[in-house]
């Protein structure tokens, strides 16, 4: 298992960008492959992407291709999801999960951060 922190979340205008941050600790970041998931207000968590144990390859749902870019850098244990061109509809609470076969399906992920708030909103 692994320890997942995220960071970065809060309040901002539509059109704006934001960059949200996981730290990971306690376990060999690159052995996992990682997800970005978001859970919108009173709905259930959704996927939004994956990225592979050494970031060459990231897959993105349709709603935020284009929009938001995964990295992470191994190095420093860390993930990243650039988010730009917020929508009010990107708001939700985010959270990274480690999987080691990744895939949209939540039950695939066995590690979970707490959740970061992202609200879009004037």
């Known amino acids: 298992q692994v320890h997942l922190v995220e960071s970065g979340g809060g309040l901002v205008q539509p059109g704006r960008p934001l960059r949200l941050s996981c730290a990971a600790s306690g376990g060999t970041f690159s052995n996992y492959v990682m997800g970005w998931f978001r859970q919108p207000p009173g709905l259930g968590r959704e996927f939004i992407g994956t990225i592979s144990k050494i970031g060459g390859t990231a897959y993105y749902v349709d709603s935020v291709k284009g929009r938001f870019t995964m990295s992470r850098d191994n190095a420093k244990n860390t993930l990243f999801l650039e988010m730009s061109d917020l929508k009010p509809g990107d708001t939700g609470v985010y959270y990274c999960?480690?999987?080691?076969?990744?895939?949209?399906?939540?039950?695939?992920?066995?590690?979970w951060g707490q959740g970061t708030q992202v609200t879009v909103s004037s």
């Open positions: 999960a480690a999987s080691s076969r990744g895939g949209s399906d939540e039950s695939f992920y066995h590690s």
